[in-house]
């Protein structure tokens, strides 16, 4: 299965992609984790994304499509994947679509993750990454509000976007999650039929 998690900073993408990893067993592709990994290694990436990320601003598309491109290239994804935090904006979902199109792998379903702003920002001030600073976390919303909430009618047109309830425990989102997952399998199996 491919999977998209998308949902604004906060919303439990990392969290539930986590779990649902292991559930289905398919590689986590974070577009975030794989620019935080670059700028502990001070790659040329790394240091182009770093300043975007510290100000709450998405890193150029040319150099997120490129990694993305290199990590499915770098294998272990035939079966699936999840993508949490990619797309985050339309031009991004179009090269992914022509991406996976090249490799003959069709996206199966976008989670949405739907959790209130202040919710939001008790959930990221309690973390403490290096851009969970509020100035920057009202930038990352507002740069969701912008550029990535586009992505979810790019989907919705298409179909294959369900919205879950983010609020509550972990437990109660994942087992959302995966009623909506076998909705989706059960739906393919039916067409497949
Ligand atoms: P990224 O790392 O993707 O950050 P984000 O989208 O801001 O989201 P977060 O990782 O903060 O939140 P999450 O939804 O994963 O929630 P989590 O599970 O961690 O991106 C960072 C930056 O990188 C961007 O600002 C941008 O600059 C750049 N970037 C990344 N991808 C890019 C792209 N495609 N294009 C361009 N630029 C890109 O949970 C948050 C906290 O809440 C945790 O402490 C967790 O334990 C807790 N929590 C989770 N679920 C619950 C729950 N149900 N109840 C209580 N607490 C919970
Ligand atoms: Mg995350």
Not at 164 to 173: I, K, L, N, Q, S
């Amino acid at each position: 299965m491919r999977v998209i998690f998308i949902g604004p900073p906060g919303a439990g993408k990392g969290t539930q992609a986590q779990r649902l990893w292991k559930h289905l067993a398919v590689p986590h592709i974070s577009t975030g984790d794989l620019l935080r990994e670059a700028v502990r290694k001070r790659t040329p990436e790394g240091l182009q994304a770093e300043r975007h990320m510290n100000q709450g601003s998405l890193v150029p598309d040319s150099v997120i499509i490129e990694m993305v491109n290199q990590r499915l290239d770098d294998g272990g994804c035939d079966s699936g994947c999840l993508f949490d935090g990619f797309p985050r904006t339309v031009d991004q979902a179009q090269a992914l679509d022509a991406l996976l199109a090249e490799r003959r792998q069709p996206l199966d379903v976008v989670i949405e993750l739907a959790v209130d702003e202040d919710t939001l920002v008790g959930r990221l001030i309690g973390r403490g990454r290096d851009d969970d600073e509020p100035a920057v976390i009202r930038q990352r919303f507002r740069t969701y509000h912008q550029l990535t909430e586009p992505v979810l009618d790019y989907y919705r047109r298409r179909g294959i976007l369900e919205t879950v309830d983010g609020a509550g425990t972990p437990d109660e989102v994942f087992a959302r999650i995966q009623e909506a997952v076998e909705r989706i399998q059960n739906k393919a199996r039916c067409s497949n039929s």
